[in-house]
């Protein structure tokens, strides 16, 4: 499946890095490696636990919104980071194993979505910020010394 695909590449786009090199910022807007991991975390809550239980995002214990996902905290870590987005990962795997691509869910803020959608929208999400993440990941390599 392509979004398995592309939420391995994004948890190991950290492969290899230290804790400041994924924290460090390349771009005036808040994505780093690790904000990127992070951000992807909240979209598998998102789109796999908000839209298909209905759960305010406060009770799945996810940001807000989009923008708050890419903060990093002081306890954030690439382990802890990393942690976490296998963590969810493993849970929307198990919230879509009983779902076919022409269910409806309704718990999106846009209002009912078949999960075909919705697969497509985390694809184009994921794929997206793989292509950010090995920007960042070049960038990062390209300064290191030798």
């Known amino acids: 499946m392509f979004i398995n695909e592309h939420r391995q590449a994004l948890y190991q786009c950290l492969e290899g890095m230290s804790d400041s090199e994924a924290r460090r910022p390349l771009v005036p807007s808040k994505t780093t490696l690790l904000g990127l991991v992070k951000h992807a975390a909240f979209v598998e809550q998102v789109w796999f636990n908000e839209a298909i239980t209905a759960r305010s995002r406060a009770d799945i214990g996810c940001s807000a919104g989009p ?17 976490d987005y296998r963590r969810i990962c493993a849970e929307s795997r198990t919230a879509t194993a009983g779902l076919g691509l022409d269910d409806v869910v309704s718990g999106n803020r846009r209002g009912p979505l078949p999960m075909r959608w919705i697969y497509l929208h985390v694809l184009r999400e994921l794929a997206q910020h793989c292509g950010h993440a090995d920007i960042l990941r070049e960038q990062i390599l390209a300064d290191r010394p030798g």
Not at 67 to 75: A, I, K, M, Q
């Open 67 to 83: 923008d708050e996902s890419f903060d990093l905290t002081s306890e954030d870590s690439i382990e802890s980071v990393r942690a």
